[in-house]
């Protein structure tokens, strides 16, 4: 029903920043939320950031302070700029939806996925 289409990851150095844009299709409503999250080898799903439809967000503990979500409903799209990128934000970077006033954080609350895109920071 929704689909969503990553872009904008990359190789980049530590301490360095990099933004990712996410085309969202495909919907009647606006999703309640829009969500980021990662995944590393061999680790589980891990919400990165989230932003409600009224363009509120919350941020896991783990990148609060240096990552931001933002999202732009005329141009369908929803964004994560990142800056001071460390060695252990190196993951596979998935956009996710849902239409669940608490889905938050929670990867099992979000029923549409991109494909993803790779984020790598070398040290």
């Known amino acids: 029903q929704v689909q969503l289409v990553e872009s904008g990851g990359g190789s980049v150095q530590s301490g360095g920043s990099l933004r990712l844009s996410c085309v969202v299709s495909g919907y009647t409503s606006w999703p309640y939320f829009m969500g980021w999250f990662r995944q590393a080898p061999g680790k589980e799903h891990e919400g990165v950031g989230c932003?409600?439809?009224?363009?509120?967000?919350t941020y896991a503990e783990s990148v609060k302070g240096r990552f931001t979500i933002s999202q732009d409903k005329n141009k369908n799209m929803v964004y994560l700029l990142m800056n001071s990128l460390k060695p252990e934000d190196t993951a596979m970077y998935y956009c996710?939806?849902?239409?669940?006033?608490?889905?938050?954080?929670?990867?099992?609350?979000?029923?549409?996925w991109g494909q993803g895109t790779q984020v790598t920071v070398s040290s």
């Open positions: 932003i409600d439809r009224y363009d509120r967000a």
């Open positions: 996710a939806a849902s239409s669940w006033d608490s889905a938050w954080l929670l990867p099992q609350a979000y029923g549409n």
